[in-house]
């Protein structure tokens, strides 16, 4: 098992639309959760970061997490072309400072 | 505010040619790390330093891999006797002492022969 896992894309939607991700990890003592975004041939770039249950919103943006079922989502409202990109979710728990990365799910957004 | 930055961004090299890249972090960040990415996957930790120790090796990470941070500022990474299989990007990132975020910087893309 994977230690962490997106739904698979790549999801396609009309601009205007709301894109929803989805990534679950099967660490129990996760507690910082990130969405990075990442055009091809790009490098990654943090758009949000959740740390405890609920909403976090920021602009188009909302990141939910939910510790006891172990699944982050990120919502993107009022999707727009230049959101078209992959977005990995990435986790890591107490005292191990490295990220544990999804494979990403790849958003297309059509005019 | 300068971000990471990391050179070189292109690397085309034959096999069994070594290889160092490098990589400057935010000014203020004492943990630094290096990933590695292949098409289609996310990131993969390698390695990590706090100040100049390093803290962390992946098991990816084989001999011919090496990574330093001589004064806790700009770290390099050397692979000896590059094989195809190391073809794909570098990323280095950079995080402050009391910040879980990660920034990274535009990578290094190594392609070799």
């Known amino acids: 098992q994977k230690e962490v896992e997106q739904n698979s894309g790549p999801l396609s939607v009309p601009e205007g639309a709301i894109a929803s991700l989805n990534c679950t990890y099967s660490d129990r003592g996760s507690q910082s959760f990130f969405w990075y975004r990442q055009y091809s041939g790009k490098s990654p770039e943090l758009i949000m970061s959740i740390y405890s249950n609920g909403d976090k919103e920021d602009g188009r943006f909302t990141a939910q997490l939910n510790k006891a079922s172990q699944y982050v989502s990120l919502l993107i409202r009022d999707s727009q072309p230049s959101d078209s990109a992959t977005y990995l979710c990435?986790?890591?728990?107490?005292?191990?400072?490295?990220?544990?990365f999804g494979a990403g799910t790849t958003v297309t957004v059509r005019a | 505010d300068t971000g990471v930055s990391q050179d070189p961004r292109h690397k085309i090299t034959k096999r069994g040619q070594n290889v160092t890249f490098r990589c400057d972090p935010i000014s203020e960040h004492n943990r630094l790390y290096w990933y590695r990415q292949t098409l289609g996957q996310g990131p993969e930790f390698l390695t990590y330093f706090q100040n100049e120790a390093q803290l962390e090796k992946s098991r990816l990470l084989s001999d011919r891999f090496s990574a330093e941070r001589p004064k806790g500022s700009f770290s390099t990474l050397e692979i000896q006797r590059t094989e195809q299989g190391d073809s794909a990007m570098y990323l280095c990132?950079?995080?402050?002492?009391?910040?879980?975020?990660?920034?990274f910087g535009p990578g290094t893309r190594l392609t070799v022969l």
């Open positions: 990435a986790v890591n728990i107490p005292n191990d400072y490295k990220l544990s």
């Open positions: 990132a950079s995080s402050g002492e009391w910040a879980s975020e990660q920034f």
